[in-house]
């Protein structure tokens, strides 16, 4: 054994306390996107029966995920099968404040020139869906995925959304670069936030 896999291994596969997929953490989101917003074109699913084998395996994989976060939260982690069920029966509220966000996006920017160049393209939009399903999660009570979903989201984006933010419905980010709102932000029905805004506290003591 050489001192590099054996370092690896011993000091750090062995010591480590999650396992997390994170590229299909990621995978699972961008899924779970496309189809609540089909016109993006990233699943595949045409028939309810291929939609319905699609949901069964994304919710497969979140409970899975669930489960390997014993380290952080072992009563969250016990109850994964019923977590996901939970979560996935959130989701078609989710789409509807998102189907506001999209329609506020097109009303709100005299550039858009259909509801579905908002869904395909607007990073503000996408970065709205994420934390949609991040913050549904956050609420469940589940650890780490929702910071992991959230910073996904930001990482493409350049949009900083809390998943434990307060956000309401008719949300537009315009542009959105260098946008960041914080875990304390509330934020209202209808609102319009412009770049490089920052809505939080700049400096916290640590709990």
Same mark, same amino acid.
């Given at each position: 054994?050489?001192?590099?896999?054996?370092?690896?291994?011993?000091? *750090?596969?062995? %010591?480590?306390?999650?396992? &997390?997929?994170?590229?299909?953490?990621?995978?699972?989101?961008?899924?779970?996107?496309c189809l609540m917003f089909p016109q993006r074109g990233c699943t595949g699913t045409r028939t309810l029966a291929e939609t319905e084998q699609?949901?069964?395996?994304?919710?497969? *994989?979140?409970? %899975?995920?669930?489960?390997? &976060?014993?380290?952080?939260?072992?009563d969250v982690a016990s109850r994964g099968a019923e977590?996901?069920?939970?979560y996935f029966e959130m989701i078609p509220d989710i789409a509807?404040?998102?189907d506001l966000d999209a329609q506020a996006a097109y009303k709100g920017d005299p550039a858009a020139y259909s509801l579905d160049e908002v869904i395909i393209t607007y990073p503000g939009f996408y970065a709205l869906c994420v934390y949609r399903l991040a913050n549904a999660l956050h609420k469940l009570l589940v650890p780490l995925i929702p910071r992991l979903m959230s910073e996904y989201a930001h990482e493409k984006t350049g949009i900083d959304i809390n998943p434990g933010a307060q956000i309401g419905?008719?949300?537009?980010?315009?542009?959105?670069?260098?946008?960041?709102?914080?875990?304390?932000?509330?934020?209202?029905?209808?609102v319009k936030i412009y770049q490089g805004v920052t809505l939080g506290a700049l400096s916290v003591k640590k709990k």
């Open positions: 054994m050489s001192p590099l896999s054996d370092f690896l291994h011993q000091d *750090r596969l062995q %010591k480590a306390q999650i396992i &997390l997929n994170v590229p299909q953490v990621r995978q699972s989101v961008d899924e779970l996107v699609h949901i069964e395996q994304l919710k497969k *994989r979140f409970e %899975k995920y669930i489960a390997s &976060l014993t380290p952080l939260n072992p977590i996901a069920h939970s509807r404040s998102l419905e008719g949300i537009f980010i315009d542009h959105g670069t260098g946008v960041v709102i914080g875990e304390t932000s509330v934020i209202g029905k209808n």
